[in-house]
């Protein structure tokens, strides 16, 4: 290394550091260079189309079971019976909420529109269990599931009363026919009431189709 | 010290029974406590200021929770310190652990004995002043060296060898370039070297505007003065990203507190050694302090003092957050190749300055040709 070079780095240490110098003072200086945002009492404005906890509107939902096959890390779980109007009844609506990534495609899967992305980002829980977003209670589910169940023996019962009618009406194709139909009617207005646990979800514990299974579990583990 | 316990035995007549030497050891005792409390507290607000200076030099807010803007973080951060629990690891040398704080917070503690504060406050104005500073920061390395060595721990190793070399190279630059101070003055004792700096050339008088060669050894000064104490951008001791925490990644709690306020003690002294030496010290431009009643003299130029040697500090937390950690081959190359060569040629174009000239520094060359 030369003179020359030797006395080139020492001018240009202390011009570089010169120059760093007046950066940093320009920054601590000028007060509106802060680019802090003090959380709790600040926020930043959630911009459009902000992903943020999910919402389902269960008066609008058809427990169609969309968002469920769709998900995919099986976050949402969902209960549903079929009503007397042959329409489903929802009867739990679980979400995980600890274990959704906002992908948004249950979402955009929604025939109905009705879940949705609010703009909720703060949740804090001690226990996992209690990032679970029940969107119908769970003590409620067999309160619907019996009230479901008794509408549809109601229909049963009517439409064969009304068989048993038309059957009466036609004296002449025979009684003993009428009369097989009218029972099997019965028949099945009593089967109703079990429902089909189609959709149950694995993850609810409170599942009241499977509780006495529940129950033994749990001793066991004690 | 004997001095002022004379004078006080002679102007309070209750003390004419006690021996003098318990005087001057309740003296000295008292000083000393004075001396700590100033230390310590320059030790905390000045970590608060550290703080809020780089807050604001990275655009951010820094501190602010803790009372009124954050005024006092410090206690908060102190409470925290002197709370937590003290581990000492299982496989460390137990012994050597515990000295090690110890030795380093000595090693800065002790460099304030000498510090002129003021015309007449100044612990003990040894007539080896600077020479003193220099021996005692130096008990600083074998304390980094021992936590180094006493954590059993890799990272902590190699920091205190990092710190090691780096305090042994740098000492060099660092005392070559304090000796224009003491060539001028003639005397090692600080309070020679502040009062070298007064008369009525005001701030030209400083030691920093005597001639060219001192002008540069300022410079030369702060920078290796600033590697001596691992500030920031020399650092490597500690250099977070490479060794965690260095030297003592290893403490906790109120050992930990020591190595902490050390840094800072190191960081003041260096500011106050800068001032006294180039920056004229106590002394008030274009007056006399001396010709003042003691108390108001004191006053002010402790004032003085305290004013320069912050607004150093302020420029070491500047360059601090400004510059980027060298390389340990940088770090050498810079002491080795380029600071002790130009601390050198500084000291003879200096020496052979005053030879030349008589000692007379260039404004007062123009002073005198004004008469």
Known sequence: ?222 | MEALAISLVNAVPLLAGVPLWTVTLLLMVAVAAVILVFALTFEGVGSLVLRKVAGDIQARIGPNRVGPNGMLQFLADGVKLVLKEDIIPANADRLLFKLAPYFVFVGSFAAFVVVPFGVGLIAADLNIGIYYVMAVTSLVVIGVLLAGWASNNKWALLGGMRAAAQIVSYEIPVGMALIPAVLIAGSLSLQDIVRSQGGLLGIFGWNLFHNPFTFFSFFLYFTAAQAETNQTPFDLPEAESELVSGYNVEYSGIRFGLFFLAEFGDMFIVAALATACFLGGWNVPFFHVGTLPWIWGNLLSLGVFLTKAFAMVLIMMWVRWTLPRLRVDQLMRMSWKYLVPLTFVNLLGVSLWLLVFRGKGIPGMIASLFG
């Open chain 1, 1 to 222: 290394m030369g003179l020359k070079a030797y006395l080139n780095d020492i001018v240009e240490a202390v011009v570089t550091t010169a120059k760093g110098m007046r950066i940093t003072a320009r920054y601590g200086v000028d007060p509106k260079e802060e680019v802090t945002l003090q959380y709790p009492e600040e926020r930043w404005e959630i911009p459009k189309g902000y992903r943020g906890f999910l919402h389902n509107d269960i008066k609008t939902c058809t427990a169609c079971n969309m968002c469920v096959k769709v998900c995919p890390i099986d976050c949402i779980s969902l209960e549903s019976v079929r009503g007397a109007d042959k329409k489903m009844v929802l009867c739990s609506y679980d979400i995980n909420i600890g274990r959704c990534m906002y992908c948004g495609l249950c979402v955009e899967v929604c025939p109905v529109n009705s879940l949705l992305h609010t703009s909720g980002y703060e949740m804090a829980s001690v226990a996992l269990g209690e990032l679970i977003l029940h969107f119908i209670a769970a003590e409620d589910a067999p309160e619907i599931k019996a009230r479901v169940a008794r509408q549809v023996a109601e229909a049963a019962v009517k439409a064969a009363a009304q068989a048993a009618a038309k059957a009466a009406e036609v004296p002449s194709s025979g009684t003993a026919e009428a009369a097989k139909v009218a029972e099997a009617a019965k028949a099945e207005a009593a089967k109703a009431p079990v429902v089909e646990p189609k959709a149950a979800m694995e993850e609810a514990p409170q599942a009241p189709v499977s509780e006495p299974t529940v129950a033994k579990e749990g001793e066991k583990k004690e």
